[in-house]
């Protein structure tokens, strides 16, 4: 009962919205979103209270601390993400569907909180699709417009797709092996070729889910048409959660070809930065921008993968929790522009610095943590990646990676230029943001200047990892 | 708190107040008081620092303080200084001082531009304190990064191109000394035990010379970004002349002592023998930088760009020096980054006030400034003749030992690599006098410029103490090398001990 704590007290929060819901009249329906952004912060404050760990369902589910600590960082990022949201589900359309909008997102929250704590496959399988199919429905939540409304079906297409390819494979290692369990997969494992061929296609299927290049396309024209602070949920949560349990089952799971997939995700992970870094600097939309500098960042984080240590699984995490905070801040001032001046291309944001200082502070802050500029967390946590993957020799790698944050600084610069620099004969005029939004890029900052610094963060971290040797 | 710390704690607190201040004039002055207070501390540990060394205590570093940062990755704040480091710690914080007179009347966004300025130039005093490669590294970054705005906002000319090619090719270098620094880390403890970053701690420890001399190059380049060295030198021209007048002269005075610094204490302390072995590639490079430098220098118009090429000229100087490893040269090559760091930002300072009254930077749009602006242009003179290494000035201590170490290496290769340097110094003379003639001497050949005022106060205060320090150490260069004398003792002991010399 306790051991699933995470789970179900989201459960039950989603269950006390569902209810106030029903209870709102129809003009008043905003009045969720205190409830909601509370309810959260409550279930995010008591994810961090030690608790029960173990397995239930017979080792179909379970939990360990570092388990917990994944679903904790999880809940951070997605109360940053309601927070968010709020200037975005007051305009006139989403404003009687406030509710929906909460529920659904929970739910996802949950299918990924079941995949990361999953035992065997099936129950990965489960929560894969919990968190995935009601992102589609909220990647079409603005309804009147084309461009949501195609993002809804690209994404419930290339969901269906991948999620194709990832139970072939899954079909075939039951096959070979007669169990769907980690750990008695892990020991029947033999890497026959067809067990190979199925270690393949799990591989391609979470590589759609952690849109590492070449499996990438569906990226950018999801996240432009989708509502923007879904584009910044799925870069950050749905990512964050994928690379997660990706990790675990590469680490528990397929260990006996440890040096297969090593070389594997050394090429996808050159190819992800660089094919990520050169298209990112050819957008002029902020959401493709963005779009494309995340699956950047998704093959600095395959460095941390590479690692195969404890100091590469520490290091993956602790960059995990760095670029929510990171990307929520740069989404999050994007969103805020976009939802009060419907202005998404990063030419309007000329001289944004003149009208909206703090606006442009917290997203040069955020684009240089995501840089990896000291003194902020971004820093850190790219310095740990290559330390982590020059553990393993690999100095080539490294060099390949340094390269791509500069090319990486150089787009991000162009934004900093286009605001700092930049003038323009009608810049953004100058908004007061909500209290809402304030808060979650003030939550932003705090945690890209902080965690860098406080070290023991880190080491926080390190005490629940575990390495492969 | 030691007296380390305290020199990244006063800009810190220098910045957290500019934000509270009011309006420009409170903003400036907070800014002078910071860096005020940052100049007197370092006259203290020079004093400090020459007391102890007096009183006996002969530590390969001093004022030491050691806390655990990271403990699983064993990265400390490790900090810690010996003579060199006191004697750049002096300058950094001489020429930031001129900087924020040389500043006085910047327009526009003020507060933003004192705190990037000192963020600057906390990066480099964290750079110089630091012993341990990791904070050594942030401090690095931490110094390039505000560079992009500086330039970019308060530039002139073409000022997005070059603060964008600046930023990235020194970022470019410090890509290059991220894999050098990890390189050196993983092979910090051979027999298996705390891998580690500090700087001491892997100057004990002998890393196999096939290892050394795949690493030698990634720092030694990297780092020679920053010190301008040839072919990468092409950042330091665009980026000196477009950046405003703060900026030139605390880039091209300090700054680019980041990449010499870096690259003797980093790349050829740490991994002596592969130095010693792919030398002659960086020998043949540095040459080119000196008189390329120069000879770029003599072509050039635009003030900016003349003193800039010159700053190339002199820093590839620097690395010459370094890769001649011999106890005189290396001194030579500490006193060059000194005295030319406090020359360049005196140069630097001076074109920007010039250029402040007569609008252009052109030098054969003016003439005849020695009459209407006689404060200005006695301090032009002074910097040009220790530019080209009149004795009684800075630059002549410099560039003397630097030949004369030079020349203790009796192989035909260092001869000629020796010989081409030194004539350099003679395009020196020609591109210095030529300026000093037109700009200085000759006839007014603009009525507008008649009319043009001297220096104002804070002019005269910022290159005032720069003056100061060039004569200072022109005069009485003698307790500056001592510090510097003992704080290379342990780099070239580590050279000898490793490879014989000849």
């Given at each position: 009962m306790f051991i699933m704590r995470h789970e179900l007290l989201l459960v039950a929060i989603t269950v006390i919205l569902l209810l106030v819901e029903i209870f709102l009249p129809q003009h008043k329906k905003n009045k969720i979103i205190l409830p909601a952004i509370i309810l959260m912060a409550l279930v995010t404050i008591t994810g961090f209270i030690p608790g029960h760990t173990g397995t239930l369902f017979g080792g179909m589910y379970g939990t360990s601390p570092l388990i917990l600590l994944m679903k904790n960082i999880l809940n951070i990022g997605v109360l940053i993400v309601f927070m968010q949201s709020v200037s975005w589900?007051?305009?006139?359309?989403?404003?009687?569907?406030?509710?929906?909008?909460?529920?659904?997102?929970?739910?996802?929250?949950?299918?990924?909180?079941?995949?990361?704590?999953?035992?065997?496959f099936l129950m990965f399988y489960l929560g894969l699709e919990l968190a995935t199919i009601p992102i589609a429905t909220l990647a079409a939540f603005e309804r009147f417009k084309e461009k949501s409304a195609e993002a809804g079906v690209k994404l419930i297409f290339i969901s269906a797709l991948s999620s194709g390819v990832l139970l072939y494979g899954l079909s075939m290692i039951y096959g070979t092996t007669g169990t769907v369990y980690f750990p008695e997969v892990s020991v029947a494992y033999n890497a026959s070729p067809l067990q190979i061929l199925a270690f393949i296609f799990f591989f391609a299927g979470m590589a759609f889910k952690i849109s590492l290049v070449p499996f990438h396309l569906w990226t950018a024209d999801v996240y432009e048409g989708a509502p923007i602070n879904i584009s910044s949920y799925l870069s950050v949560i749905s990512k964050g959660a994928a690379v997660f349990i990706f990790m675990i089952i590469l680490y528990t799971v397929f260990y006996k070809i440890a040096l297969m997939w090593r070389d594997v995700i050394y090429v996808i992970s050159i190819l992800t930065m660089t094919l990520g870094n050169l298209f990112a600097m050819r957008q002029r939309n902020i959401k493709r921008f963005l779009a494309f500098s995340s699956i950047a960042q998704a093959g600095f984080i395959l460095l941390g993968i590479i690692g195969q240590s404890q100091l590469g699984m520490t290091t993956v995490i602790y960059f995990v929790l760095i670029y929510i905070f990171s990307n929520l801040g740069a989404f999050g001032v994007a969103a805020i522009i976009s939802n009060r001046t419907g202005k998404e291309s990063i030419d309007d944001y000329d001289g944004l610095y003149r009208t909206n200082p703090m606006l442009s502070l917290t997203m040069m802050l955020a684009l240089f943590s995501l840089a990896g500029i000291p003194p902020l967390a971004g820093f850190f946590g790219k310095f740990f990646l290559f330390t982590a993957a020059a553990k393993q020799g690999m100095y080539i790698l490294v060099f390949i990676a340094v390269l791509n944050t500069i090319i990486s600084l150089y787009y991000y610069l162009l934004v900093v230029k286009a605001m700092f620099l930049n003038r323009s004969d009608q810049p953004i005029a100058y908004f007061k943001s909500d209290v809402y939004t304030k808060l979650g890029l003030a939550i932003c900052i705090a945690g890209i200047i902080i965690i860098g610094f406080a070290s023991p963060v880190y080491e926080f971290i390190l005490k629940f990892t575990y390495g492969l040797y | 708190m030691d007296i380390l710390t305290l020199f990244i704690v006063i800009p810190v607190l220098t910045m957290i107040g500019i934000v509270f201040c009011k309006d420009h004039k409170q903003v400036k002055w907070t800014a002078a008081l910071g860096m005020g207070l940052q100049l007197i501390s370092a006259a203290v540990l020079i004093i400090l620092f020459l007391m102890e060394r007096k009183a006996g205590n002969m530590g390969e570093m001093l004022f030491v303080k050691d806390v655990v940062w990271f403990p699983s990755l064993n990265i400390h704040y490790l900090v810690g200084v010996d003579g060199i480091s006191v004697a750049m710690i002096g300058l950094t914080a001489i020429v930031i001082f001129a900087g924020i007179f040389a500043s006085w009347e910047v327009e526009d966004l003020h507060k933003e531009f004192f705190i990037s300025l000192i963020l600057l130039s906390t990066g480099v005093f964290g750079f110089f304190i630091s012993l341990d490669l990791f904070t050594l590294f942030l401090f690095y970054e931490l110094a390039v990064i505000p560079m992009y705005l500086l330039i970019g906002i308060w530039g002139s000319g073409p000022r997005e191109y070059s603060a964008m090619k600046l930023t990235l090719m020194l970022m470019g270098g410090s890509a290059l000394i991220l894999v050098g620094l990890l390189g050196l880390y993983f092979h910090s403890n051979p027999s298996g035990g705390q891998l580690n970053f500090s700087i001491l701690a892997i100057s004990k420890v002998h890393i196999p010379v096939e290892v050394q001399k795949f690493f030698f190059p990634f720092l030694f380049v990297g780092f020679g970004v920053l010190g301008a060295l040839y072919p990468f030198h092409t950042w330091s021209p665009d980026g000196h002349a477009s950046a405003p007048t703060a900026v030139s002269m605390l880039h091209a005075g300090v700054l680019m002592k980041l990449g010499g610094y870096g690259c003797f204490r980093v790349a050829v302390f740490l991994l002596p023998e592969a130095a010693h072995q792919l030398a002659w590639i960086f020998i043949i490079l540095t040459t080119i930088s000196v008189i390329y430098g120069a000879l770029g220098a003599?072509?050039?118009?635009?003030?900016?760009?003349?003193?800039?090429?010159?700053?190339?000229?002199?820093?590839g100087m620097v690395l010459f020096a370094i890769l001649m490893f011999n106890q005189t040269a290396m001194?030579?090559?500490?006193?060059?980054m000194i005295s030319h760091g406090i020359m360049t930002a005196l140069f630097f300072a001076l074109i920007g006030m010039i250029y402040s009254r007569t609008h252009t930077r052109y030098i054969n749009e003016m003439g005849g400034l020695m009459k209407v602006m006689p404060f200005l242009g006695v301090a032009y003179v002074i910097a040009g003749l220790a530019s080209l290494g009149l004795p009684g000035f800075s630059g002549f201590v410099a560039e003397m030992t630097i030949f004369v170490g030079a020349f203790q290496n009796n192989d035909v290769f260092h001869r000629i690599a020796t010989i081409i340097v030194v004539s350099s110094i003679v395009v020196t003379a020609v591109y210095i006098l030529r300026v000093v003639g037109i700009l200085l001497l000759g006839k007014i050949n603009n009525e507008h410029y008649e009319h043009l005022g001297d220096a104002k106060w804070f002019e005269r205060l910022s290159a005032g103490v720069?003056?100061?320090?060039?004569?200072?150490?022109?005069?009485?260069?003698?307790?500056?090398?001592?510090?510097?004398?003992?704080?290379?003792g342990p780099i070239i002991q580590r050279l000898l001990m490793t490879t014989p010399i000849h």
């Open positions: 589900l007051k305009l006139e359309e989403q404003k009687e569907r406030i509710g929906e909008y909460f529920i659904i997102l929970l739910s996802t929250l949950i299918g990924m909180d079941y995949m990361i704590s999953s035992g065997d | 003599v072509w050039q118009k635009d003030l900016k760009y003349i003193n800039a090429y010159s700053s190339v000229s002199h820093c001194t030579g090559a500490i006193l060059q720069l003056i100061f320090g060039i004569t200072a150490i022109g005069l009485a260069p003698l307790w500056l090398s001592e510090m510097i004398h003992g704080g290379l």
